[in-house]
């Protein structure tokens, strides 16, 4: 059965910065994107990577979250830095999308989530 895995999550002072992975195992990560949701909102795309390691973000966390992979390790991280107390959420990554996209109706396999929670 094909997993991916989320870990990193924690409790961070606003400013303050974390990076998340997200493993696969059973199978290869082509383009991954990262959401996360807060309570009582929806899902929200916040960055993807593909193959050939284009990138997109959305605005909220543009220039504050960078995206890579580990091609050899089979590995998606994401850098969250300068973080917000608005950035509090469970963040998901996800892969099964055929193009890069923020849309998480795109995506197919996902994992459990990871929690962030951004106070003082």
């Known amino acids: 059965q094909p997993q991916l895995v989320e870990s990193g999550g924690g409790l961070v002072q606003p400013g303050g910065s974390l990076r998340l992975s997200c493993a696969a195992s059973g199978f290869t990560l082509y383009t991954v994107g990262w959401f996360r949701q807060a309570p009582g909102k929806e899902r929200e795309g916040i960055s993807c990577i593909s193959s050939d390691r284009s990138t997109q973000y959305a605005d909220s966390v543009k220039g504050r979250f960078t995206i890579s992979r580990d091609n050899i390790e089979n590995v998606i991280y994401l850098q969250m830095n300068s973080l917000k107390p608005e950035d509090t959420a469970v963040y998901y990554c996800?892969?099964?999308?055929?193009?890069?996209?923020?849309?998480?109706?795109?995506?197919?396999?996902w994992g459990q989530g990871t929690q962030v929670t951004v106070a003082s």
């Open positions: 996800a892969t099964g999308s055929l193009w890069i996209s923020l849309n998480p109706a795109h995506f197919r396999s």
